[in-house]
């Protein structure tokens, strides 16, 4: 079984009202997909602004791990190594 990682999560300004003003949190995550069960689980209304009902990453916001987009690796089952950071970065629209 893989041990669990040490990592960051950043959570960017309009977010930071579910997670009572934090702008990063530690957790230990095995790959992305287990960042996200530590959320619904600790941080519920962080997980439902990320995650639709089917939990499917909603199609505005975006993961990177490490400054990479998360299908650019292997999406939700992107492994994680201590040191890690996870970024969620909502689309930015208008004009």
Do not use: W, Y
Request: glycine fraction near 8%; charged fraction near 20%.
């Amino acid at each position: 079984m893989k041990r669990a990682a040490q990592i960051t999560v950043f959570i960017p300004g309009p977010l930071r009202e579910c997670c009572a003003g934090a702008g990063e949190l530690s957790l230990s995550a095995t790959d992305l997909r287990a960042v996200l069960v530590e959320l619904e689980r600790t941080r519920p209304a962080l997980h439902r602004s990320i995650c639709d009902e089917t939990g499917a990453v909603r199609r505005h916001i975006n993961l990177f791990i490490n400054h990479q987009h998360m299908r650019d690796c292997n999406g939700l089952d992107t492994s994680l190594v201590t040191g890690d950071t996870v970024v969620i970065l909502p689309a930015v629209s208008g004009g």
